[in-house]
């Protein structure tokens, strides 16, 4: 059933669909799980394992890209929509919430990712502040 909810959207950056408009990544793809008539909180509340693995998996492509933001996941139902949208300048707090639901389920694999995660910007940010620019 799962299956059905999730569908991967592939944007294409000349296309001025509404969701492309909403960013200015050159990442052009966003996962978006219709959840049909259910509420929307009531989904992401039963779902967290796969909200926080898709933006672990989404600030990585963010990171390692170089993005200032990323439209990660959408979640609509029939009569409303959520994105989450990860920032460059922010995301070592998502990841850190990350962290702390992964580490509470004990899923180390997760929790091995963003620690790594955690110390590529780490270490970005001391290059940019020791260089005045990214290695």
């Not at 959520?82 to 004990?106: C, H, P, Q, R, W």
């Amino acid at each position: 059933m799962l299956l059905n909810l999730i569908k991967i959207l592939k944007l294409n950056t000349s296309e001025h669909t509404k969701d492309n408009l909403l960013s200015n990544t050159h990442f052009h793809s966003i996962l978006h799980i219709d959840v049909g008539n259910r509420p929307i909180i009531d989904w992401v509340n039963e779902n967290k394992y796969i909200i926080f693995s898709e933006i672990v998996r989404y600030s990585e492509k963010m990171i390692k890209g170089e993005l200032e933001h990323i439209n990660a996941i959408m979640v609509s139902n029939l009569a409303d929509n959520v994105v989450f949208i990860l920032k460059n300048d922010s995301v070592d707090l998502t990841l850190k919430k990350a962290m702390d639901y992964f580490l509470g389920i004990e899923e180390y694999e997760q929790c091995g990712k963003i620690r790594d995660l955690l110390i590529l910007i780490s270490n970005r940010n001391k290059s940019i502040k020791d260089y005045g620019r990214k290695t």
